[in-house]
């Protein structure tokens, strides 16, 4: 920065003037010559918009530069390299950030690595290739996945049972499932909508996709898929899934060796006695499920806890996430970075699961005491991970068919929606070489 140049003054004020200016340059030029990095804080007090600073995080990774993600620092906080394009981008997005100096930058990182502190830097590397998997025509619902992705300006490709039939999961690192049903009942749809365009239009779909594909029913199509989506994560990918997409994908995998449907699904009645043969060996999550055999029952099976749910109001529907050791569980303390540790609940077709359902190998990430359920849990199989997050919508507390899609602008700091892209930066982690 090159100073301008001053005349001398006669006076002793002219003086003390020119002196003061000449100071305050100096302090200004100093302190951005230091000014090599960029906080993005993540706390309630000073974050204007939450949603798109994952967006900003996201984009930066998407540049082939890495991000330090400070977990329990301020809420989870972003620390970058410092440009004039990124502060560029803060500000077009409405994104908070903080210039610091090296200086500052290495306080702040020296007191995480503090082992008093509850805290840990955590590399993100690479922006993960994301797949949303979704029928291609519109829906009588809205994905609050794909509503949050578009939001914070992360980029996604939309597959569905072709794609993944053809082996397209490879390419991807990151895939999302959300109001689907793996199990062939349509998604339980029957008793309340079966005379209803929409309803019938899909079945057609469904069945005509099934077809196509080789498979004579939509149930033996769908566990296709599902075992293909098993295979991805197995292999080392990430799933994310929400509402009725996880404990329908558990169940499809667990009746792969029977028929649970009932004609009015697949033209020919269940198998005798199909609960005893239901193999929970081959599920992710969940074991010792009943299923709900009533068609017209809005409901899979007993996983769900959205019917145990009587003595719990809404105004007092809130789950709290679990505190994990930053230093020693970096992978549950990163689905849990949050600027409040309680979450304001919403319901879905399965809003919450029952904890006797859920294996013990799977971790517990939140849960509503009041009522003894989980909400957002997770799990490895094989090399890779899933996370199954119940309910919905946060944003819109009993989302039903036909309503009005979620304005994010009115919900820019949700801490509901924030779960969500938690997983969506989980896979840019660094791999820390396993201990032997």
Request: glycine share 6%; aromatic share 14%; proline share 5%.
């Amino acid at each position: 920065m090159v100073l301008p140049k001053f005349k001398i003054y006669k006076t002793k004020k002219e003086y003390s003037i020119q002196k003061w200016v000449l100071f305050f340059l100096l302090l200004f030029t100093i302190q951005f010559s230091f000014a090599s990095y960029i906080l993005i804080p993540m706390d309630v007090e000073t974050q204007e918009n939450h949603l798109k600073a994952y967006g900003i995080t996201y984009w930066v990774l998407a540049k082939n530069e890495k991000v330090n993600w400070l977990l329990n620092y301020r809420g989870g906080s972003f620390l970058l390299k410092d440009s004039e394009e990124i502060r560029k981008e803060c500000q077009i997005r409405g994104v908070s950030f903080e210039v610091l100096s090296d200086a500052k930058t290495a306080q702040i990182l020296d007191e995480i690595s503090s082992p008093s502190k509850n805290q840990e830097a955590v590399i993100l590397e690479k922006a993960p290739k994301i797949a949303v998997y979704s029928p291609k025509g519109s829906q009588p619902w809205d994905d609050a996945v794909t509503m949050v992705l578009t939001y914070a300006e992360i980029p996604y490709d939309v597959v569905y049972d072709t794609e993944v039939l053809e082996g397209e999961l490879l390419l991807y690192d990151w895939l999302h499932l959300h109001h689907e049903d793996f199990t062939g009942q349509f998604g339980k749809f029957y008793g309340a909508y079966r005379a209803t365009p929409w309803y019938i239009n899909d079945k057609k779909e469904a069945e005509a996709l099934a077809a196509k594909l080789g498979y004579e029913k939509v149930s033996k199509e769908k566990l296709a898929v599902a075992t293909s989506i098993s295979d991805y994560v197995i292999g080392g990918g990430f799933m994310f899934a929400m509402c009725s997409a996880t404990d329908s994908f558990d169940i499809a995998l667990a009746a792969s060796d029977t028929d649970i449907c009932e004609p009015m699904f697949d033209g020919d009645p269940s198998a005798p006695n199909y609960q005893s043969h239901l193999d929970f060996s081959k599920t992710f999550a969940f074991r010792d499920f009943i299923l709900e055999r009533n068609p017209l029952e809005y409901e899979f099976s007993s996983i769900d806890m959205t019917a145990k749910r009587k003595t719990v109001q809404k105004e007092t529907d809130y789950f709290t996430l679990m505190e994990f050791s930053a230093k020693w569980d970096p992978i549950p303390t990163m689905l849990c970075q949050n600027h409040t540790a309680l979450v304001k609940g919403f319901m879905g077709q399965t809003t919450a699961y029952d904890p006797n359902t859920i294996r013990s190998t799977v971790l517990t990430l939140a849960e509503n005491k009041v009522n003894g359920e989980a909400r957002y849990i997770h799990g490895i199989k094989g090399k890779g991970f899933f996370t199954f997050y119940g309910g919905h919508d946060p944003e819109d507390y009993q989302h039903r068919v036909g309503d009005p899609k979620t304005e994010l602008e009115l919900h820019p700091n949700s801490p509901g929606y924030r779960l969500i892209l938690n997983n969506v930066l989980f896979p840019a982690a660094k791999k820390k070489k396993q201990k032997t």
